[in-house]
């Protein structure tokens, strides 16, 4: 879950979490660089991972591995994410473009992969001269964003090598007890006294009584929004979606719903991004119809469930900062944007998008 891509000085912190030496070693085994690693900088990784640009020899590369204190499924979403990122190169989708993977966390105490830098901006954080300044260049970022999630819902996971990252039989059925078992299973962290979430119950039975029959199943990225999208320098083109760690086979249009759930628009909750002059939620959808086999009939829906599962998956961080395993500032703000996502999904079947 990235939520800022601030770079962060080099500290202590950064040293301790990986052993640049054995990083050195493995670049060199791989063929990938040869020298020492230097011009280390943290970036936003998201709450959940950490990413390091830095410089070996000659090439310039970034390293993404798990937290400090992983999570149970870290490892194996490090190493679906590399997986993801080889089978969709060439594809069409604009990706980070991954030079080298280590699946075994005992190399760097975490499964890890080595990226090429994306030259690119990220929306949430700031915007180019070139783009600030240039309202059709903001507009138009917002329906290149469509564009890049259509290229990855037309994507065929059987052909590509995909075809058993997920289950997407009964998806959308599994969905809301799923995250309702999730949200319970936080109550067995240390310190963290019980979900304090509103609408909760009310959401769970309004999207279990109104889903959609059916569904075209696809390659999902799972966290889909303007934080986890780089933008190129020249145009309002997506360099790349990055942060792939919920990344499945599922219903492509719950992407759209997450994409809705954050978009910033009548004061959307989170630093998703902060931009004007973008389109609509609307305009949104009536794009992605235009080239999308997929009905949008039900967008409305995929915005309350996107909305009520990412409430749930932030919460999360909040509990774990209860527990001492994430900073309590971190789990504060996410609380609070958890509520206001929750707020948000119920004024979409109030008033709609």
């Keep these: 879950m990235q939520l800022s891509c601030t770079v962060l000085a080099v500290t202590e912190l950064v040293d301790s979490s990986v052993d640049w030496s054995v990083v050195e070693s493995w670049l060199a085994a791989k063929g990938v660089a040869y020298g020492q690693v230097t011009a280390i900088e943290q970036i936003g990784g998201g709450t959940q991972n950490l990413m390091f640009r830095f410089r070996c020899g000659d090439a310039q590369l970034v390293l993404r591995r ?20 080889s089978a969709l190169d060439g594809r069409g989708v604009p990706i980070p473009r ?8 005992s190399v760097l105490g975490s499964a890890f992969y080595v990226m090429d830098p994306v030259d ?10 070139s783009h600030e ?20 819902g037309a994507v065929n996971a059987e052909r590509v090598g995909l075809g ?28 963290y ?25 696809g390659i999902m990225h799972g966290d889909f929004h303007l934080a986890n999208l780089m933008f190129r320098n020249d145009g309002p083109a997506v360099a790349a979606i990055v942060d792939w760690e919920m990344c499945t086979l599922g219903d492509p249009l719950l992407d759209l719903g997450w994409l809705l759930a954050t978009w910033p628009q009548d004061g959307a909750i989170g630093p998703f991004g902060r931009i004007s002059d973008l389109p609509t939620r609307t305009e949104l959808v009536t794009h992605y119809a235009k080239a999308s086999q997929r009905s949008v009939d039900h ?12 409430a749930i998956v932030l919460e999360g961080t909040n509990a774990r900062a209860h527990a001492g395993k994430a900073p309590k500032a971190t789990g504060d703000l996410l609380h609070a944007i958890a509520v206001g996502l929750l707020n948000n999904a119920m004024l979409f079947i109030e008033r709609g998008l």
Excluded: C, I
Aim: hydrophobic share 40%; aromatic share 8%.
């Design 164 to 191: 058993d990252l997920g289950k997407p039989e009964g998806f959308l059925e599994r969905q809301v007890p799923q995250w309702l078992g999730t949200l319970d299973k936080y109550a067995a962290l240390d310190g």
């Design 193 to 217: 006294p019980g979900h304090q979430l509103p609408h909760v119950d009310e959401l769970a039975g309004w999207l279990a009584q109104h889903r959609p029959p059916t569904f075209l199943p």
């Design 98 to 105: 991954l030079v080298a993977a280590e699946p075994d966390e």
């Design 66 to 85: 798990g937290p400090r204190h992983p999570r149970p499924h870290t490892n194996d979403a490090l190493r679906r994410e590399a997986r993801v990122l």
């Design 299 to 310: 967008a409305p829906w995929y915005g309350v469930l996107a909305s009520f599962k990412l």
């Design 133 to 152: 300044s240039n309202a059709e260049m903001r507009r138009a970022m917002g329906f290149e964003a469509v564009d890049a999630l259509l290229t990855l």
């Design 120 to 129: 690119g901006f990220n929306a949430s954080v700031a915007l180019p001269p």
